[in-house]
């Protein structure tokens, strides 16, 4: 999965609007909607803090795997979703 492709289904999977990664990346919303289109060049720093605001390793985002994207465990509040990579057999 390509690294916006990530960056996007992570934000779906928290149940975030672009605007409020806008927010939380201090960019325009514009700006964000660029990333997730692949649009614009992702460098390290901008990589750093989306791994920070996901909670994820930077390798996490960067490493292109056929292993799926994510498989939902469950919920621990109404406002996180705890997640982890799914493995094939």
């Known amino acids: 999965m390509a690294v916006n492709d990530k960056i996007r ?3 779906e999977l928290n149940n975030w609007s672009q605007e409020e990664m806008a ?3 201090n960019i325009s919303k514009s700006s964000y909607s660029r990333l997730e289109r692949d649009e614009s ?4 720093a ?3 803090k989306l791994a920070a605001i996901f909670k ?3 390798a996490e985002l960067v490493t292109r795997e056929d292993r799926g994207m994510v498989l939902l ?6 406002n996180h979703t705890n997640y982890s990579p799914m493995r094939k057999a």
């Open 23 to 25: 927010e939380r990346m």
């Open 56 to 58: 994820i390793d930077v």
């Open 73 to 78: 465990i469950g919920t621990n509040s109404g």
């Open 46 to 48: 901008k990589l750093e």
């Open 41 to 44: 060049k992702l460098d390290l």
């Open 9 to 11: 289904a992570l934000r």
